[in-house]
């Protein structure tokens, strides 16, 4: 049964490692502790995903295409909390580098995620656009924590 929901596996995990990595670059970027990496990352990984999955619900409803609508949602849900979580981790761990482990994370599964699509090119292309998002956090909350202060 779960063949059938490959796109919607693929999309809810791309997007949960993207939004819950670009929450973890961002924090490091501004300086904040591990707790709040934490907090904002589940945070985020909960609201973000219900969003995603409500959203993947409504428009599988209105196309009015062949796969269960609910079904649609709740499998684009779970797997953007599942595969979203993987980032954080290393946080929870607290290990060394945590940071570094967690992009490392990031790189591998998102790359693993675009193979599932059609091989090595549309894995690299993934992980590509998923390190270029991480980047886009990271030196935002950089330079806007050196702007505020």
Do not use: C, Q
């Not at 501004?30 to 909960?46: D, P, R, V």
């Not at 607290?94 to 570094?100: A, C, I, K, Q």
């Amino acid at each position: 049964m779960l063949s059938k929901f490959v796109s919607e596996i693929i999309y809810g995990g791309v997007d949960g490692l993207i939004t819950t990595h670009a929450i973890i670059a961002g924090s490091i970027g501004a300086y904040f502790s591990t707790k709040i990496i934490l907090t904002l990352g589940f945070a985020s990984l909960l609201a973000d995903g219900f969003s995603m999955g409500i959203s993947s619900y409504l428009a599988e409803k209105a196309r009015n295409v062949r796969k269960n609508p609910f079904y649609v949602g709740i499998v684009t849900f779970v797997s953007f909390i599942l595969i979203g979580a993987l980032p954080l981790l290393p946080f929870l761990v607290d290990m060394p580098y945590n940071h570094e482990f967690s992009v490392v994370i990031l790189l591998g599964v998102l790359f693993l995620l675009g193979f599932l699509k059609g091989k090595w090119k549309n894995g690299l292309e993934t992980m590509m656009v998923g390190g270029a998002a991480a980047m886009i956090a990271f030196y935002t909350a950089r330079n806007m924590h050196k702007i505020i202060n």
